[in-house]
């Protein structure tokens, strides 16, 4: 990540700027951070600002998340844990009988969790405890002291946003992480 002056940017003439236009990328990547000091008026500090370049949607059409791979070692414990628990709803649209392994489809506001009865490659000792320290998926929900109650009467171990912010981990039954946040 380069650090350089703002007044240290190259600046592109109208022609230069149009024939960058026109050449295909082969990849555009995501967005990236740059960053850029600025002088402040109180004294000549220098004060470091991360900003981010604007996102160019990619040729093939980003639209959204479209649903995230859980896998579970018993799909009916699962189930009792995301559906029963946490009242997530099956898609009986997707097809549960096509694939060579027992699954379930659950929404998640606009998206969904695909549960696979599959072998975990992952361990499940020596995890950290706190799941943001961990792959996870996180849901936005609306309140996440409810959540926590739920959690409590459960018996269900989480903790708290080490931020600050309104945020729950915990695990599922196969030690999957989850983070449920306050939006």
Request: glycine share 8%; net charge positive.
């Given at each position: 990540?380069?650090t350089?002056?703002?007044?240290s940017?190259p600046?592109l003439?109208?022609s ?9 990328l082969p990849?555009v990547?995501?967005p ?6 600025l002088?402040v008026?109180?004294g ?5 600002i991360t ?7 990619p040729?093939?059409?980003v ?9 579970c070692?018993?799909l ?6 995301y ?10 649209a997707r097809p549960?009988?096509?694939l ?7 929404w998640v ?5 695909h ?5 975990n ?6 995890r950290?405890?706190?799941?943001g320290r961990d792959?996870?998926?996180?849901i ?9 109650k ?12 080490k931020?600050g912010?309104?945020a ?7 030690g999957?992480?989850l983070?449920f946040?306050q939006?």
């Amino acid at each position: 990540m380069a650090t350089r002056c703002i007044a240290s940017l190259p600046l592109l003439s109208a022609s230069s700027a149009a024939a960058a236009r026109v050449q295909p990328l082969p990849y555009v990547a995501a967005p990236r951070r740059v960053r850029i000091r600025l002088s402040v008026a109180t004294g000549g500090e220098q004060q470091l600002i991360t900003a981010q370049e604007p996102a160019q949607e990619p040729d093939y059409g980003v639209v959204s998340l479209h649903h995230v791979g859980i896998l579970c070692e018993n799909l009916e414990r699962s189930m009792a844990f995301y559906k029963d628990l946490l009242g997530l709803k099956v898609n009986p649209a997707r097809p549960t009988d096509k694939l060579p392994y027992r699954g379930a489809w659950l929404w998640v506001g606009s998206e969904m969790i695909h549960l696979m009865e599959l072998p975990n490659p992952d361990p499940l000792t020596g995890r950290p405890e706190h799941g943001g320290r961990d792959r996870h998926t996180c849901i936005a929900i609306k309140d996440v002291l409810k959540l926590k109650k739920i959690f409590d009467k459960a018996g269900i171990s989480y903790t708290l946003s080490k931020s600050g912010r309104p945020a729950i981990f915990a695990r599922d039954p196969d030690g999957n992480a989850l983070e449920f946040t306050q939006v």
